[in-house]
C-alpha cells in the first residue's frame, strides 16, 4: 500500500496513456478501410525513409525487416500485423519503397537528409533503377 503512495505518479501516468492508447487505437479502428489504408501507405513511406536513411543502399532485406519490426511496435498497427502475412506487407513496401525513390529523385532535401555527402551519387543510382 505503501508503494502505491509513493508512487502514485507512476500509476497516473500509466493509466493515461493506456486511455489515450486506447481511445487512438478505437478510432483508428472506426475509420473506413481506405482512411486506415492511407494511413499505414503515409506510414509505410515514413518508414522506408528512416530505414533507407539508417542502413544506406544495397541493403533491401535488412530494410524490409527493419520495416517490419517497426511496423509491429506501432500500436495501431499491431493488430493488422497480426492478420497480413508477410508477403503482402512486403508487397506494400515495394509501393511504398518505389514512391520514396521518386520522392528521392525529385526532392533535393530528402535525398540529404537520407544520404548526405552520398547524395548525387546514391540519386543517381536511383535514377538508372526507375529508369529516369
Known amino acids: ?3 502505491i503512495v509513493e508512487n502514485w505518479y507512476l500509476l497516473a501516468t500509466g493509466v493515461i496513456v493506456g486511455v489515450w492508447t486506447y481511445l ?4 483508428f479502428r472506426q475509420q473506413p478501410d481506405e482512411a486506415q489504408m492511407a494511413k499505414v501507405k503515409e506510414w509505410l513511406i515514413w518508414a522506408c525513409v528512416e530505414a533507407e536513411k539508417n542502413l544506406q543502399s ?3 532485406q535488412l530494410k524490409l525487416r527493419e520495416v517490419w519490426n517497426m511496423f509491429c511496435s ?3 498497427f499491431e493488430w493488422v500485423a497480426k492478420v497480413i502475412s508477410f508477403d ?3 508487397a506494400w513496401v515495394s509501393v511504398a519503397l518505389s514512391e520514396v525513390k521518386q520522392m528521392i529523385v525529385k526532392n ?6 537520407i544520404y548526405g555527402d552520398k547524395k548525387a551519387e546514391e540519386v543517381e543510382k536511383i535514377k538508372e533503377q526507375i529508369g529516369g
Not at 108 to 113: K, P, T, W
Request: glycine share 10%; charged share 20%; net charge negative.
Open 74 to 76: 506501432v500500436p495501431a
Open 24 to 27: 487512438m487505437l478505437r478510432e
Open 108 to 113: 533535393d532535401n530528402l535525398a540529404e537528409y
Open 88 to 90: 503482402l506487407f512486403s
Open 58 to 60: 544495397g541493403t533491401g
Open 1 to 3: 500500500m505503501m508503494w
